[in-house]
T-cell receptor, first 111, second 116 residues
């Protein structure tokens, strides 16, 4: 399974765009990239998944360069309620089997 | 509420006691997963089921741990002879393994275990 590296923590302010980058240098050809969000005392929640280029949904965008060795989760106009831990996961099944979580990025959004 | 539910939400026990947790997945989901999470860390995979079959167990799942999903619906996770190191949040998730379906895992709120 590809190892991922992401910042331990980030700070932002309400209304700003937040970009969290994840490195996965050893990503395999068939691996998917998935991001989960976790609030305190809750289970993680799926945000977005992609394989290449750009994926956008109502919550976030995921940018994946051509070499796929990194990916960037973009959260537009964050609010206080976006304060959470964000996990980047890479695996061939895209989540069909076990998920391997790292320590994640703790995002703190300030007023 | 049609999400994943877990019971109890909190459990405090003394070292050496046995505990059992229950997970009710989303009704049509055929896959069910158990994870454990300690403070400041991401969830760690323990085991997962497809219907009633247990397909994979992590090395984290020692002999004191056992999980069942007898009818392919709810699941139980039992820890025998609890140790202080078992203190953690135990998370359950479910998904639908079906061609063309989203492989998103839906997590429950977790059971927080404290072993004194």
């Amino acid at each position: 399974l590809a190892k991922t590296t992401q910042p331990i923590s980030m700070d932002s302010y309400e209304g700003q765009e937040v970009n969290i980058t994840c490195s996965h240098n050893n990503i395999a050809t068939n691996d998917y990239i998935t991001w989960y969000q976790q609030f305190p005392s809750q289970g993680p929640r799926f945000i977005i998944q992609g394989y290449k280029t750009k994926v956008t949904n109502e919550v976030a965008s995921l940018f994946i360069p051509a070499d796929r060795k990194s990916s960037t989760l973009s959260l537009p106009r964050v609010s206080l309620s976006d304060t959470a831990v964000y996990y980047c996961l890479v695996d061939v099944t895209g989540g069909y089997n076990k998920l391997i979580f790292g320590a994640g990025t703790r995002l703190a959004v300030h007023p | 509420d049609t999400g994943v539910s877990q019971d109890p939400r909190h459990k405090i026990t003394k070292r050496g006691q046995n505990v059992t947790f229950r997970c009710d997945p989303i009704s049509e989901h055929n896959r069910l997963y158990w994870y454990r999470q300690t403070l400041g860390q991401g969830p760690e995979f323990l085991t997962y089921f497809q219907n009633e079959a247990q397909l994979e167990k992590s090395r984290l799942l020692s002999d004191r741990f056992s999980a069942e999903r007898p009818k392919g619906s709810f699941s139980t996770l039992e820890i025998q002879r609890t140790e202080q190191g078992d203190s953690a949040m135990y998370l359950c998730a479910s998904s639908l393994e079906l061609a063309g379906a989203s492989n998103e895992q839906f997590f429950g709120p977790g059971t927080r275990l404290t072993v004194l």
